[in-house]
């Protein structure tokens, strides 16, 4: 009984809303009007339309896809290598050093002209030599003066001091000369000499000059003895200078003689 009523419910329903569609007015047209001042219109959307399927490429859609650069493959980034420095960069396995440019070999020194030393004479006195000296002056490095005997002459020089009262005056003045640190002396023992002391014999007057100027710095007044005027001559040994020759130092010195002279005895 109770399906029969739920049918003759739902029936009874159904013939309502059949009366009412039939029944029901045409809907009222949309007004054109323009909508009033200060409110906003609604605007409805464009549907979307149904996909089209896509059409050949064209000339200019295909020029364009040539003109775009293609996009570069992105490099990983390569970690560092543990235990070194990120800030070094790592050196190539096959780099090969630049070869060190050539060492210039050293430049030998110039060999010095070999010296050439020469004896100008002879002078017949000390003072000629002194000047014969000066006027050879720049073709000469550095010189000396000597003296010799002449040929066959036969002349000593000997320093003394003077004969002194007694021989106990003499022995008390050697003591003093021994204590000066002079040595070769002795006490002449007879004729006019008795009591003089001999301070040394020189062939040369150059030696025994030099023999009184060192006794004359130890405060003892000396003489020369002997020699004889002429018995003497005097040389000028000489280094020469650089492009000099023997005989052109000869000519200036003015000396008549020029002999070889081993260079070690000019100091």
Known sequence: MLTRALIVVLAILNVGVALWWMLRGEPAPVSAEAPPTGVASLQLLDTPKAAVPAAAPTAATTALADATPEPKPTV??????????????????????????????????????????????????????????????????????????????????????????????AQATVKRIAAAGISDYYIMAQGEDANAIALGQYRNREGAERRMTALAAAGFNARLVGGSEGAEQWWVDAALADKASPAAARQRSGATQQRSLECAGVR
Do not use: H, I, W
């Open 76 to 169: 990983p980034p390569v970690a560092p290598a543990v235990g070194r420095p990120t800030d070094t960069p790592p050196t190539p396995a096959n780099t090969t050093p630049a070869a060190a440019p050539p060492t210039p070999a050293p430049t030998a020194p110039a060999t010095p002209a070999a010296l050439v030393c020469v004896s100008l004479g002879p002078f017949a006195d000390r003072d000629t030599a002194m000047a014969a000296q000066a006027k050879a002056g720049g073709l000469v490095q550095r010189s000396r003066l000597r003296e010799v005997p002449k040929p066959g002459a036969s002349s000593t020089y000997r320093v003394m001091m003077p004969a002194a009262a007694s021989r106990e005056e």
